[in-house]
C-alpha cells in the first residue's frame, strides 16, 4: 500500500514526516503482518516557499515554511492553486500510484481534490464548468495515467457537510488528532482488504 501525504500551510514534507513519525510506525506495524504488504509514504514538499520561518522549532527551521497555493485572498481565488496541483500531479507521475491520499490543514484541501480530479469523468464535468467560467481540469492531471484513488482523508477541525467524492474517506477530524489515530489505522486496514 502506498500513501500520499500532503502537508498544511508553513510545513514541509520533512515536519509532516516528522511529526507523523509515531502513526507512520503504528501503520507498518499493522501492515506489516503476512497477510498484508508493507505501507509505503511518500511526504513531497509544496512549491511555494513562504519564506525563512523565525523563532521557531530547529526541525521548522531547517526545513523551511512551504505552500501548496497562496490563500490570503479574500475574493475567493487561489493564485497559483494550478502550480500547486501541478506539483501533486508530478509526484503522482513519478512516484506512484498511490492507493490513497492524505492531507492536513490546507493539505487536507489539496488531498481532497487530487482525490476528486483522480476519479472517472472528472474531465468532463470541468469542461462542463469551463464553459460556464469556470478553472480548466489541471493540465497536469490531464495526462496522468494514474488509477483512482482508492482513499483519502484529512486531517482538518470539523468535518465535511456533505460527501462530494467517491473514494472511501477516513475522517479523523478533531482538535486532538492523536485520539483518532487507532481507529483510523483499524479502518485503513479494513479498506485494504
Known amino acids: 500500500m502506498k500513501i500520499l501525504m500532503i502537508h498544511g500551510s508553513r510545513q514541509s514534507g520533512e515536519l509532516?514526516?516528522?511529526?507523523?513519525?509515531?502513526?507512520?510506525?503504528m501503520i507498518q506495524r499493522a501492515f506489516g503482518s503476512p497477510q498484508?504488504?508493507?505501507?509505503?509514504?511518500?511526504?513531497?514538499?509544496?512549491?511555494?516557499?513562504?519564506g525563512s520561518p523565525t523563532g521557531t522549532s530547529e526541525l521548522r527551521n531547517r526545513h523551511g515554511a512551504w505552500t501548496w497555493?497562496?490563500?490570503?485572498s479574500i475574493d475567493g481565488l487561489y493564485p497559483e492553486l494550478e502550480g500547486g496541483l501541478?506539483?501533486?500531479?508530478?509526484?503522482?507521475?513519478?512516484?506512484?500510484?498511490?492507493?490513497?491520499?492524505?492531507?492536513?490543514?490546507?493539505?487536507?484541501?489539496?488531498?481532497?481534490?487530487v482525490a476528486s480530479l483522480l476519479e472517472e469523468n472528472r474531465k468532463d464535468a470541468f469542461a462542463q464548468l469551463e464553459a460556464e467560467g469556470g478553472i480548466p481540469y489541471p493540465a497536469s492531471f490531464a495526462t496522468l495515467d494514474h488509477p483512482p484513488s482508492n482513499l483519502w482523508s484529512a486531517f482538518r477541525d470539523m468535518p465535511p457537510h456533505?460527501?462530494?467524492?467517491?473514494?472511501?474517506?477516513?475522517?479523523?477530524?478533531?482538535?486532538?488528532?492523536?485520539?483518532?489515530?487507532?481507529?483510523w489505522i483499524v479502518s485503513l486496514m479494513k479498506m485494504h482488504q
Open 86 to 113: 501541478d506539483s501533486i500531479g508530478s509526484v503522482l507521475k513519478d512516484s506512484g500510484p498511490f492507493d490513497g491520499v492524505v492531507g492536513f490543514s490546507e493539505g487536507a484541501a489539496a488531498a481532497g481534490m
Open 162 to 183: 456533505t460527501r462530494l467524492i467517491a473514494p472511501s474517506t477516513i475522517p479523523p477530524f478533531g482538535r486532538r488528532r492523536c485520539t483518532f489515530w487507532e481507529a
Open 69 to 72: 497555493f497562496h490563500s490570503d
Open 36 to 50: 498484508l504488504p508493507g505501507a509505503e509514504f511518500v511526504y513531497p514538499t509544496a512549491p511555494f516557499s513562504l
Open 16 to 25: 509532516f514526516r516528522a511529526k507523523l513519525q509515531a502513526l507512520e510506525k
